[in-house]
């Protein structure tokens, strides 16, 4: 093993403690989703009866299995995992990710139990992700120790302390075709945190931006350390923000949350984008992981619905995005290349009957006057997707377009282009990016 | 005509003219989603050369019609208008859609054509829709004079002076299965303008929520009128908000947007809601067209998903909502029928491996003691769609459960309960449904 946390990310092989025949138990959907997902080293079902596990003969016990297993998921009843996790350590397993619930979150009697577990675990060199936790996923391994099952290998990295929330990340990149470089369900943090799988991150050659939901920092001087040397952006929504949601938090998974000006504060130091919402944090990892450095600030609307250019400039400038006038020398080409019904002018209104053609001459009339253009297309315009580059400074907005728009935006992301639902989920993403790079306030 | 405006959004034949045989055209477009969604009265394309287009035979000209024709929707060039407008009060065609652009939005010469248009259509007492419009759509009437072609109806009217976010709308509520009442483009509103389509859909019986985008308000002492009037819910996306925004839609539709405090201040005194974003309208008119009346202010959050739980925790308190605590008889009821690691309190966190039949037990048992259940789905939880009810007083919001999700998504939809895809958008939208009832300040 290169690394430490390599045997929870990339294992070479896997046991299911608990695997189960029950299709409603998580036994049984975390194999069955280890196996759908095509992981492709031995996968060893672990149940007392033997019995056969969705055709696989498992083994009764945890000693029954060949030495030095690189990751045991654990799924069995909150009292046999310390016992379970010694038989792990005899068996030089090297990592476990446990998934039952039952330990800390759960009272002071659970409370006991998680700190035998984080005895036995140093004492056999064991690292654990949970418990209480959905498990790992990492789609460029094979590896979906996790539920739903999620197979799509992209480049944001999903760290969340609740399964749920990292789990709707997953499953939105998954459905845009752009997917996740790693998923992972902390639980109650017994062992590896945040930070832990930060640090871990910061090599991950898939990884590009990292997705965090937090209720609470573990340790926040290991966690300053290791961010402020992070050369990945890191966005994280922090939850327990107001008095009501720290008092829902601390019986969530015990985080003491702290004043949340404490946490804004800290963010600006590290240059840690702070997400006000889910899809808020989703659209900035998205603009972070996909889209290019801006060299400057001049931005460029180009747009086929009017409407949409207004609502862009209103979040341009609430986002503190300028939308500088077009040049003259710009504006005279333009007028020499568009229809005479084109509002020549930023936003540039190419107007309802704008085709993926007038699209491109504009975008290739303009590139080299500005730093980014945000080319919002509002119509069911064919071929949109032809017009948009990879690693171009573009940003892409599609609304309005129906079936024609969801057919050209798969095709933009199976390019790498990310593509945002409104003029105002763009825009701001595109003002983190900006921020991240340091070329806004 | 039981009403001046039932030409347009229930007419009982159409004329389509400048129809097309060219397929990227709009006059081939509208004619065919006139046709595919399935319009009952006869259609009529009018084209010059007198040929077939989609099948059936076209006339020559607008005189060639049979008289009285209730809609003539126009796409022909700017400067043939106001004949065709002319030949129409001949052949005493009530009303028309004027999809063509090149009027007020182009420029001076456009502006005098669009004088000459309105002037037309007074001596004809024609009633016109546009110019420089997305058209009309009308699913509960089987009219899609509009594009892309929508054809699920539903109880949100979508009223945009932008074309494509109007479309962005009803393309939302539709692949929601939810679908929209009314849809109209207003375009230069050169005649018809919001508040004559407000004033229409206060007696129209399948609107229940009225969703407006507007870069300003055409006649200010009407829309006070008509909106103080009015018993149903208005939400309104009021574009060009900022100094660039306002500059962008003055060359847009020639708004005059006018200070945004003025908006502001117009809108509280009315009830009318005023949304942040393109979603936040979207999700507000959702919630008011399909949600019941709270009878109260108390709120009981249940979930499966305490990160969820915390989040909609943080959204209530921004938003105005309280989430008071579990009386000790409500208490003393749940810890009797739930299972021990179930954290009762509010959020109620039944934890990962609830079940739609624990989901069932909670909400028949604490229906009577609270005013609206917050029911978060956080897992590929099924028949979800079980435990929710049309008509109760509770909001859902469902993540997580990728594949599962959609499927009972869908059903709920089906059977009418609207569905939030965060626990922000669904809380914010439920302050709204509060705030229009009086529940919150």
Chains 1, 2 share one sequence.
């Not at 350590?89 to 984080?118: N, W």
């Not at 001459?361 to 253009?373: G, I, L, M, P, S």
Request: hydrophobic letters at 45%; proline letters at 6%; one cysteine or more.
């Amino acid at each position: 093993m290169s690394h430490s946390l390599d045997a929870i990310f990339r294992p070479q092989s896997v046991a299911v403690v608990g695997a189960s025949n029950a299709p409603e138990k998580y036994g049984y959907i975390i194999l069955k989703n280890i196996l759908d997902a095509g992981f492709r080293g031995p996968v060893y079902p672990v149940n007392p009866k033997g019995i056969e596990i969705l055709g696989r003969p498992s083994v009764r016990s945890i000693a029954d299995l060949p030495p030095g297993v690189d990751l045991a998921v654990i799924i069995i009843p909150a009292g046999a995992v310390p016992q379970a996790l010694t038989e792990a350590g005899q068996g030089e397993i090297k990592a476990a990710v446990i998934i039952s619930g039952g330990f800390a979150e759960s009272g002071d009697e659970g409370a006991a139990l998680q700190r035998e577990v984080v005895e036995v675990a140093r004492r056999s060199a064991i690292r654990v992700v949970g418990p209480n936790c959905q498990g790992v996923n990492n789609p460029h391994h094979g590896l979906c120790a996790s539920w739903p099952l999620l197979t799509q290998p992209g480049e944001i990295a999903v760290i969340s302390q609740s399964g749920t929330v990292g789990a709707a990340l997953m499953d939105w990149a998954s459905r845009e075709q752009l997917g996740c470089s790693t998923f992972v369900s902390l639980g109650n943090r017994a062992d590896i945190d945040e930070t832990d799988v930060i640090e871990y991150l910061v090599t991950d050659p898939h990884t590009q931006a990292i997705a965090v939901y937090l209720e609470g920092i573990k340790d926040l001087d290991r966690f300053r350390r290791v961010v402020s040397g992070c050369r990945k952006p890191i966005v994280i929504l922090k939850a327990g923000r107001t008095v009501e949601g720290r008092r829902a938090a601390a019986s969530h998974t015990r985080s003491l949350a702290g004043r949340d000006e404490l946490y804004t504060a800290l963010f600006r130091q590290l240059n840690v984008h702070r997400a006000d919402s889910l899809e808020d944090l989703y659209d900035a990892a998205k603009a972070l992981a996909y889209l290019p450095r801006p060299a400057g600030r001049r931005l460029l609307i180009i747009t086929s619905s009017g409407g949409s250019g207004i609502l862009a400039t209103d979040w341009a400038e609430w986002s503190g995005l300028a939308i500088p006038p077009l040049s003259d020398q710009v504006a005279t080409r333009l007028r020499g290349l568009l229809p005479r019904h084109c509002i020549v002018a930023n936003p540039l209104d190419l107007t309802g009957d704008a085709t993926a053609a007038l699209y491109r001459t504009v975008v290739e009339a303009t590139a080299a006057h500005v730093d980014y253009q945000v080319i919002i297309f509002g119509d069911p315009i064919l071929d949109a997707a032809g017009v948009v580059t990879h690693g171009a400074p573009q940003l892409v907005i599609f609304l309005g377009g129906a079936d024609v728009e969801r057919r050209e935006r798969e095709r933009m992301h199976l390019k790498k282009v990310p593509v945002f639902p409104t003029p105002e989920r763009g825009l701001r993403a595109l003002a983190r990016l900006f921020a991240y790079h340091g070329e806004v306030s």
